[in-house]
Nanobody, 123 residues
Framework: VQLQASGGGLVQPGESLKLSCAGS????????IGWFRQAPGKEREWVSC????????SYAESAKGRFAISRDNAENTVTLQMNSLKPEDTALYYC?????????????????WGQGTLVTVSS
């Protein structure tokens, strides 16, 4: 199981970015997917997750109202649309997966991790 996160970059406060998580060598549709981030000097924190079917999504308080997670199982990708970015959103963003048999997703207990993609929000 390999995950590839992409889409990071340098943006100004208030701008948007879309991160993508692609599965390699397996299909994502049996997995719940989560996004996490780790800012310099801080612990990794959960940002958002989506259930295997896409019917459930969940967000950390810091992401609610600004970020939107979605998935396209046909394309084997999960995206995280991030709007109204703030300097405190600066971090290395990771996608992660766990094999799921339910219609929910969770904030911990992920088994597979991709490499990070760096998001920098600065004026």
């Amino acid at each position: 199981v390999q995950l590839q996160a992409s889409g990071g970059g340098l943006v100004q406060p208030g701008e948007s970015l879309k991160l993508s998580c692609a599965g390699s060598g397996f299909t994502l549709d049996n997995y719940a997917i989560g996004w996490f981030r780790q800012a310099p000097g801080k612990e990794r924190e959960w940002v958002s997750c989506i259930s295997r079917s896409g019917t459930m999504t969940s967000y950390a308080e810091s992401a609610k109202g600004r970020f939107a997670i979605s998935r396209d199982n046909a394309e084997n990708t999960v995206t995280l649309q991030m709007n109204s970015l703030k300097p405190e959103d600066t971090a290395l963003y990771y996608c992660a997966a766990y094999l799921s048999t339910t219609y929910v997703c969770r904030a911990s207990g992920y088994d597979y991790w991709g490499q990070g993609t760096l998001v920098t929000v600065s004026s």
